[in-house]
């Protein structure tokens, strides 16, 4: 069976940090680009970060940049989001999805904008940033 399985949301204070994972099964993330992508109540879904199946190309929402991190590791086939300096907008169920289709690249304008070419998805993971 293929699937994502998004882990390590939960509640955080603001300025703390949270690392998420998004490990795949019944596939190789070596043939996928991996994005992650957030939605909040009432708002639409957002992207936030990207990066290639061999981890050389990441890319960065301007409301992460330089708080997010996200990383991979092709041998237990996961990717991993390091948020630190965490805001109360940050609270969202975060998604984790992959994209076979341009795996080689990641770009802000097709990975973190076109949520609709992504082949599979996770059932997301809850942040929430309150004190």
């Known amino acids: 069976q293929l699937q994502l399985v998004e882990s390590g949301g939960g509640l955080v204070q603001p300025g703390g940090s949270l690392r998420l994972s998004c490990a795949a099964s019944g596939f190789t993330l070596d043939y996928y680009a991996i994005g992650w992508f957030r939605q909040a109540p009432g708002k639409e879904r957002e992207g936030v970060s990207c990066?290639?199946?061999?981890?050389?190309?990441?890319n960065y929402a301007d409301s992460v940049k330089g708080r997010f991190t996200i990383s991979s590791d092709n041998a237990k086939n996961t990717v991993y989001l390091q948020m630190n300096s965490l805001k109360p907008e940050d609270t969202a169920v975060y998604y984790c999805?992959?994209?076979?289709?341009?795996?080689?690249?990641?770009?802000?304008?097709?990975?973190?904008?076109?949520?609709?070419?992504?082949?599979?998805w996770g059932q997301g993971t809850q942040v929430t940033v309150s004190s």
């Open positions: 999805a992959a994209d076979r289709s341009m795996h080689t690249w990641c770009g802000r304008g097709y990975h973190l904008s076109r949520s609709y070419e992504y082949d599979y």
């Open positions: 990066i290639s199946s061999s981890g050389g190309s990441t």
